[in-house]
């Protein structure tokens, strides 16, 4: 029997959000939760805080350091574009986010890098970006603790960033971990 269409719809938004935040977790970017219950205005969210970047990567800042921001600017972006990657690999189907939309990952992504280069390099760059982020949404342990995260959340509808942490710690395979924290300790 087919599933329902509002189980596949609740399906496809945990993915994207679990996609947002296990890259989150990936790149050291820090969250609050994700949620899939809907507003009036997102099917699903993962909320950041209310975190003020430091000022060396603040492009509003007198103190703005243009090689200090793009690495902390491009761990937002590439969290941010996790989501579609990720529906994409779950929907296996291109899920294209209108770019005019101001509310999108992608149009999100597009105002940050328009900080750092002219439109055309600032494309090329989020090209970049999106490509290295797929190849790392592709990986089994990435993709297993996406799923882990996306079932949670079918099943709860919310979780905090350490509930997270931890469906993605035990999702991904013991040597992963080992190899995470001898990156971590300088080994």
């Known amino acids: 029997m087919a599933k329902c269409y509002r189980q596949r719809e609740l399906e496809r938004t945990s ?18 939760r994700v949620t899939i219950l809907p507003d009036a205005q997102f099917a699903g969210r993962v909320d950041l805080g209310n975190v003020e970047p430091p000022a060396q990567v603040d492009p509003f800042n007198e103190n703005w350091d243009v090689k200090a921001a793009r690495p902390y600017w491009a761990a937002r972006i590439c969290s941010a574009l996790a989501g579609s990657l990720a529906e994409t690999i779950h929907t296996r189907c291109w899920q294209q986010q209108p770019i005019s939309d101001e509310d999108t990952d992608e149009f999100k992504a597009w105002e940050i890098a ?35 995260v996306a079932l949670e959340l079918v099943r709860r509808k919310t979780l905090n960033s350490t509930q997270v942490h931890s469906l993605v710690e035990h999702a991904r395979p013991c040597g992963t971990r080992t190899k995470a924290r001898n990156r971590q300790n300088g080994l």
């Open 114 to 148: 328009g900080y750092f280069y002219p439109p055309a390099k600032a494309d090329r760059w989020l090209n970049r970006l999106r490509f290295s982020t797929l190849e790392k949404l592709r990986r089994p342990d990435v993709q297993a603790a996406i799923d882990a």
């Open 15 to 32: 993915a994207h959000e679990a996609g947002h935040c296990v890259f989150a977790i990936l790149t050291g970017v820090p969250f609050r």
